[in-house]
């Protein structure tokens, strides 16, 4: 995907925190452990309603519900069977979303945490977690624009993703969760610019952070983190952050030039 073509300035705007959303809008009574992939199973139709909210609210890209749905948290619930019918059913929700849609807007694909987010110690380990991810990557790839690895909370986790991905052929956008502290490290305490370093070199296209503090991304991070500006005007990599919060903020490099591409946005107000 040509980042620098969707957008002016090359800001890519994605979708927001899908889960939340769905919760909210969902009649069950109270939160399930598999929130967004139970909603796939019982309300299907809230999945595609949320999906074109978004894209009416101007998302350039729009990331299939399959964040719940890994066979390790399938497991745990009792529906592993379920994993190839529920990836394929996010494809389908997502797909009727854009239909007709008289712009561009593209499939993001999305590898989670295996077993649970914001959990460095139960993150399993690099060869483990390389093939779970090349399960999931393989059935999404052929219908997405991307992956997008999401909220990875260590170096281990995020470099197994991204390779999962790039072995598809598949672009591949890597997203870590950092620290609520500063923001400057992972959950796991390793250097936010160590894991963008290891993520460019197993091929990330895009190197993002969810599910952080946006204060923290702003004042930290965005304005701090130099790892990914030292490179040339025409660089295939950008960096840019993606925060589930309440700020809807669009933040460039400025006039420093820190950042190839950067970017904080919400979930929904």
Known sequence: MD???????GIVVLDGGMGMELTRRSKAEKAVPLW?????????ELVTAVHSDFVAAGADVITLN?????????LRNGYEDLTDRLQGEAVRLAQAAVAGVERPVRLAGSLP???????PERVPSYPVALEEFRRL???QAPHVSMIIAETMSTISEGVAATAAIVETGCPAWTAFSVDDVEGTRLRSGEPLAAAFAASRAAGAEA???????PILLKNNVLRRDRSCSQRAPNSPSRCCGKAFGHLAEVLGGGGEGELVFGAVW????
């Not at 190197?207 to 503090?213: F, T």
Request: charged share 15%; proline share 9%.
């Open 3 to 9: 980042m620098a073509a969707t957008g002016p300035a």
């Open 36 to 44: 967004s992939a139970q909603v796939m199973m019982d309300e299907p």
């Open 66 to 74: 399959t964040y719940s749905a890994t066979p390790r948290r399938l």
């Open 113 to 119: 945490p295996l077993e649970m987010s914001y959990r």
């Open 137 to 139: 990557a393989a059935l």
């Open 207 to 213: 190197l993002l952070v969810n599910c952080s503090s």
């Open 266 to 269: 919400s979930s929904q107000a």
